[in-house]
């Protein structure tokens, strides 16, 4: 990327390919991702893609012009599988290869190296600085917010606060799944891990025990909705067996508000999906006391200030630990900022909403 002067974008689980503070890593693509990405993944001329399936997700459905245009692209695609080269864009080079040893052929490809800094005059990244700043200002409306209760997108970013660069942050289904995905600053491989595609709830706790024994040198950190939480929760039971000091983050909005949001984008209503008890009150379980029942260190943040010293103190019990963060269910405010797009079935039902996505739709290109 340093030799071409060219933008690294990541998917989903490609978060930690490149250290997010680089000046050329352009953040992540697809739904739930970026505007930087989006655009300059939509407005490349060559896209060199590496081990990418260009899944609905990554490629916001295949709708042109939303993350990819391919063609006019002309795409590069390198995968050590066969089967994906050119399964869902026309390919212009195809290349069967392990990614690092096919990226290091191509590197020695380009030549000797006379200066790989020399991108920084061109307009190109410019134009890349110009998108990078856009976005960071977007996100700050949310991120930086002062409200209590507070932001999830503030949560997120006090949590990173209290953590080390080479910390391993697993996310599982909903809201924080895809704000992790947008605002957490990854800087080392192999540090994010999410339950992707399927977006499996229940994910993040047992995969975060499995982390954290493989490497017991790391912190590691499952953040959680409460919905979520309460589907694998009796997994804090396998932690304080396995000795594996996980740090679980509740981020409690008392509801099931991701699939909410969906409900009220596609069909223009919601139902189910808000814990409200039979007296009209939100409910929520007291997590920091399921916390002290399983015998671990729990407690409650519930401004931004408590937050990264909450984390901090957890992290440093020595064992399993539990941080109960409270924050807003309002759907303007709870979740992602809304990039990309998605294909979702609309029933016959909601015609509105139905013709939008079908317009949507029309514009979807893939083989």
Same mark, same amino acid.
């Given at each position: 990327?340093?030799?071409?002067?060219?933008?690294?974008?990541?998917?989903?689980n490609?978060?930690?390919?490149?250290?997010e503070?680089?000046?050329?890593?352009?953040?992540?693509?697809?739904?739930t991702?970026?505007?930087?990405?989006?655009?300059?993944?939509?407005?490349?001329?060559?896209?060199?893609?590496?081990?990418?399936?260009?899944?609905?997700?990554?490629a916001?459905?295949?709708?042109?012009?939303?993350t990819?245009?391919?063609?006019?692209?002309?795409?590069?695609q390198?995968?050590?599988?066969?089967?994906?080269?050119?399964?869902?864009?026309?390919?212009?080079?195809a290349?069967?290869s392990?990614?690092?040893?096919?990226?290091?052929?191509?590197?020695?490809?380009?030549g000797?190296?006379?200066?790989?800094?020399?991108?920084?005059?061109?307009?190109y990244?410019?134009?890349?600085?110009?998108?990078?700043?856009?976005?960071?200002?977007?996100?700050?409306?949310?991120?930086?917010?002062?409200?209590?209760?507070?932001?999830?997108?503030?949560?997120?970013?006090?949590?990173?606060?209290?953590?080390?660069?080479?910390?391993?942050?697993?996310?599982?289904?909903?809201?924080?799944?895809?704000?992790?995905?947008?605002?957490?600053?990854?800087?080392?491989?192999?540090?994010?891990?999410?339950?992707?595609?399927?977006s499996?709830?229940?994910?993040?706790?047992?995969?975060a %025990?499995?982390?954290?024994?493989?490497?017991?040198?790391?912190?590691?950190?499952?953040?959680?909705?409460?919905?979520?939480?309460?589907?694998?929760?009796?997994?804090l039971?396998?932690?304080?067996l396995?000795?594996?000091p996980v740090?679980?983050?509740?981020?409690d909005?008392?509801?099931?508000?991701?699939?909410?949001?969906?409900?009220?984008t596609?069909l223009?209503?919601?139902?189910?999906t808000?814990? %409200?008890?039979?007296?009209?009150?939100r409910y929520?379980?007291?997590?920091?006391?399921i916390?002290?029942?399983?015998?671990?260190?729990?407690?409650?943040?519930?401004?931004?200030a408590?937050?990264?010293?909450?984390?901090?103190?957890?992290?440093a019990?020595?064992?399993?630990?539990?941080?109960?963060?409270?924050?807003?269910?309002?759907?303007?405010?709870?979740?992602?900022?809304k990039t990309?797009?998605?294909?979702?079935? %609309?029933?016959?039902?909601?015609?509105?909403q139905?013709?939008?996505?079908?317009?949507?739709?029309?514009h979807?290109?893939?083989?």
């Open positions: 990327a340093e030799r071409l002067g060219a933008p690294v974008v990541t998917t989903w490609g978060k930690g390919a490149i250290d503070t680089h000046e050329l890593a352009a953040q992540t693509i697809g739904d991702a970026s505007t930087c990405g989006n655009s300059l993944a939509a407005a490349a001329d060559v896209i060199l893609s590496v081990g990418n399936r260009f899944t609905d997700w990554s916001s459905s295949w709708r042109r012009g939303v990819f245009a391919i063609p006019p692209t002309k795409l590069i390198l995968d050590i599988d066969p089967r994906e080269i050119g399964k869902n864009y026309p390919v212009e080079v290349l069967v392990d990614a690092r040893a096919g990226l290091a052929d191509l590197l020695e490809a380009l000797p190296d006379h200066g790989s800094d020399g991108y920084r005059t061109s307009a990244f410019e134009e890349i600085v110009r998108l990078k700043a856009a976005w960071f200002a977007q996100i700050e409306v949310k991120s930086g917010s002062e409200a209590t209760p507070m932001t999830m997108a503030r949560a997120v970013r006090e949590i990173q606060r209290a953590t080390r660069d080479d910390a391993i942050v697993v996310t599982g289904a909903g809201l924080p799944q895809g704000l992790v995905k947008q605002r957490w600053v990854t800087r080392r491989p192999r540090t994010h891990l999410t339950s992707g595609g399927f499996t709830m229940g994910f993040s706790l047992p995969a %025990i499995g982390a954290q024994l493989a490497r017991p040198d790391r912190q590691v950190l499952a953040i959680s909705g409460d919905g979520d939480f309460l589907q694998s929760m009796q997994e039971a396998a932690a304080v396995a000795g594996a740090c679980q983050i509740v981020l909005n008392s509801g099931w508000i991701s699939i909410k949001g969906g409900q009220q596609f223009g209503r919601t139902a189910m808000d814990f %409200i008890a039979p007296d009209g009150s929520s379980p007291d997590f920091a006391a916390g002290h029942a399983f015998g671990i260190h729990a407690e409650v943040a519930t401004r931004p408590e937050v990264a010293p909450a984390v901090r103190r957890a992290l019990s020595g064992g399993p630990s539990l941080v109960h963060i409270p924050v807003d269910h309002d759907l303007e405010l709870a979740g992602p900022d990309g797009w998605w294909d979702v079935p %609309i029933p016959e039902s909601h015609p509105e139905r013709e939008r996505q079908l317009q949507g739709r029309a979807e290109q893939h083989r």
